[in-house]
């Protein structure tokens, strides 16, 4: 699979508005990043070599909703971690999820299946997404996801996602 030199500055071109969208807030808060392009990193195998260049896992993102798909979580943890709902919904205390339709996805983060990230979160203005975070990916030092798309990937510091990333979006996440 293709993957890019490192690189520790915005891309030039954006190939999706929630890619400028992220990038932008990334740089209007000086959060330092390192970020490849790739081939297609869809799946967590793809994955594995774009956290080893990266020098941190890529994390698995994933869009849950409710029944009546008017309540949202997105869920990070990590890419070798099985998800399971009842464990989930017993750790929150809620009934059952499912993973949300691609449309939902799209319509309320941006993204579509095979690209979600914490960082499209940026595109959730009316707070209608709750963030739950592995405590394992919340103790770490850094991580990898996408950049919204399946094609490119960013590292951070886990202290600049919690401290200044998730505040300028008004998320906080819940730690399970």
Known sequence: MFISEIKNYSPEEFSSE??????GKLDALGIPFSRVDTGDGTTME???PIGEALGAPVVKTVFL???????????VTSGDKPFVTRDFCGAL???RVSFAPEELLLSVLGT????TTVLSLVNDKDGK????MDKA?????SFSCTDGTPFGFIRLETRDLSGRFLPSTGHEAIII
């Open 112 to 115: 579509p299946h095979g690209a």
């Open 93 to 95: 205390g809620i009934p």
């Open 46 to 48: 793809a994955c594995i």
């Open 18 to 23: 929630t890619k400028r969208a992220i990038f």
């Open 137 to 141: 990916i919340a103790d770490s030092e």
């Open 65 to 75: 909703t409710n029944r009546q798909q008017n309540k949202f979580w997105l869920y």
């Open 129 to 132: 997404v709750q963030l739950v």
